[in-house]
């Protein structure tokens, strides 16, 4: 039988012994356990979700990797054009990782109607383009086609239908420059398709996803002629690591870039969200051990004629405080507890309902995301319970410092 934590249930038990003072901190350290762990874990759940969510985004509008000239890396819009005709297209041989390589060009213009005018990017995409990602913000109408048949049919953003009042059906004009400025703009008619909210303004105030063949007649580019490619992974976490391997890949006259390459501020920013973390962290370790230590101190404290008593009758100071141990175990357990069923609790209410609103021009998001992780809430408590447990064997040692005597004779 394990005596020692016998004698902690009963300590734990005999709630009717415990003085008030002894209960109230008990009680403040439980749910200084508790409000830790809610905020390490929404600090984390949002860190995350953020992270992932603008991650998502950024990929969806450009790919996870972009192949073009290098002349035309920095630039939203593709000047010269490269042979469809590659090694890798359509798909890598030597690289594994890969889920798509789809080819794309891009050209600025300005649509036109009868009362407003906006500045715009036109994406051109191909039959080979991945649509899962407008799939999942298309608010209003549907996809496109694209077949070896000119489409007129475009995807715009629900910002730009807002500004110039246009709708599923809609058809429009975008005059788009020529080399000589001096000679009248080319105009297309498009018509809308769908309507798209991804909730990234930098992205939905800009570009609009229609047929690649539009950009092609533009340029008066070859059939075979693009603008670049753009490589979509498995796994995000691979970015730098497949990036690499393309780079060393594609022929000299092209240059492969990351998106975290081209977006490098946005990623930056991103970066410090990890650290943020951390340190709200190691704050909410810092007081809950605090808290622990305090309410450990006044348990063995109160608890001092026992103690005296132990030792008279042989046992050893570590055995006293493995008593307290698991007196303190029990505590932290119970804030873990709270602390998880709350945190949780208010982390599902966010992902489903969205109760908490951002600002997109700030955060690219409309609503703060959540990511709710098995692995990191059960590391997250494992290191919380290892971490104040640690701490605590620092004040259970003032055990070894009570004389036997002196404290049958405490009161």
């Keep these: 039988m394990n005596y020692e934590l016998f004698l902690a249930k009963r300590i734990i038990t005999a709630k009717q012994h415990k003085s008030s003072v002894s209960s109230s901190i008990i009680k403040i350290a439980i749910a200084a356990i508790a409000l830790g762990i809610i905020i390490m874990m929404i600090s984390i759940a949002t860190g995350v979700g953020l992270q992932k969510k603008i991650k998502e985004k950024i990929s969806g509008f450009n790919g996870h990797i972009q192949i073009s000239n290098y002349e035309d890396n920095n630039s939203q819009i593709t000047v010269t054009p490269i042979s469809i005709h590659q090694d890798f297209y359509p798909k890598f041989s030597t690289i594994k990782g890969i889920k798509n390589v789809q080819e794309y060009a891009t050209k600025a213009g300005i649509i036109r109607t009868e009362t407003d005018f906006e500045g715009i990017i036109y994406k051109g995409v191909g039959s080979d383009y991945d649509w899962s990602f407008f799939k999942t913000y298309l608010v209003d109408g549907e996809l496109i086609n694209i077949t070896n048949k000119l489409n007129n049919k475009v995807l715009i953003s629900k ?40 909730g990234f303004k930098e992205f939905d105030e800009t570009y609009i ?67 943020n973390i951390i340190v709200i962290i190691a704050i909410m370790v810092l007081i809950a051990d605090i808290n622990m230590i305090t309410a450990l101190l006044v348990l063995i404290l109160e608890r001092t004629q026992m103690i005296g008593i132990l030792k008279s009758v042989g046992s050893t100071n570590w055995s006293i405080r493995k008593v307290f141990l698991y007196n303190a ?83």
């Design 209 to 275: 996803i229609g047929d690649i063949k539009h950009v092609q007649r533009l340029n008066k580019w070859k059939e075979d002629e693009i603008g670049g490619f753009e490589v979509i992974l498995n796994d995000f976490d691979q970015l730098n690591e497949k990036g690499n391997e393309i780079y060393r890949e594609v022929s000299s006259t092209l240059n492969a870039q990351t998106i975290a390459e081209k977006y490098e501020p946005i990623f930056e920013w991103l970066n410090l969200l990890d650290t």
């Design 329 to 411: 175990t029990y505590l932290i357990v119970i804030g873990l507890f709270w602390g998880n069923l709350i945190g949780i609790g208010l982390l599902l209410l966010q992902k489903y309902f969205g109760f908490i609103t951002l600002n997109p021009e700030n955060y690219y998001v409309t609503e703060a995301p959540v990511y709710i992780g098995a692995i990191y809430i059960i590391l997250l408590n494992i290191g919380t319970l290892l971490l104040c447990l640690v701490m605590l064997l620092i004040p259970s040692y003032i055990v070894s410092k009570i004389s036997p005597v002196k404290a049958i004779k405490f009161d």
């Design 159 to 198: 910002f730009i239908a807002n500004r110039l009042n246009l709708k599923v059906g809609d058809k429009f004009n975008t005059f788009f420059m020529k080399e000589d400025i001096s000679s009248a703009p080319n105009a297309r008619v498009f018509t809308v398709a769908g309507i798209y909210d991804s």
